[in-house]
């Protein structure tokens, strides 16, 4: 079994930076797929980045060029560098894992795909 556990949320001002961490225990996960998702209030969890087990990475377009999805492998960590926060980004961010890899969007976008979840971790972005 996987545990993920989710820190480094918080109140930030528009136009700053958050680094949000995702710890596993339980199992090795560099042979794994690695996610961050979000939900804002009345709305769906929506994809925003992955780092694939080989290294590479995809984003979501609302992010793309602000946030970096990043792991570090000893640590049985990942991460996300969110900079240039706006009030939008404002959400639940949950890390989310899957024994496999996806190359197209059309998978690794879907949050019922990941086996294992964390709690989330809530970001708060004040204009």
């Known amino acids: 079994q996987v545990q993920l556990v989710e820190s480094g949320g918080g109140l930030v001002q528009a136009g700053g930076s958050l680094r949000l961490s995702c710890a596993a225990s339980?199992?090795?996960?560099?042979?794994?797929?690695m996610a961050w998702f979000r939900q804002a209030p009345g709305k769906e969890r929506e994809f925003v980045a992955i780092?694939?087990?080989?290294?590479?990475?995809a984003y979501a377009d609302s992010v793309k060029g602000r946030f970096t999805i990043s792991r570090d492998n000893a640590k049985n960590t990942v991460y996300l560098q969110m900079n240039s926060l706006k009030p939008e980004d404002t959400a639940v961010y949950y890390c989310a894992a899957a024994p496999r890899d996806w190359s197209s969007s059309v998978y690794y976008t879907r949050a019922a795909l990941y086996d294992y979840w964390g709690q989330g971790t809530q970001v708060t972005v004040s204009s």
């Open positions: 780092r694939r087990s080989g290294g590479t990475t």
């Open positions: 339980g199992r090795t996960l560099s042979s794994y797929a």
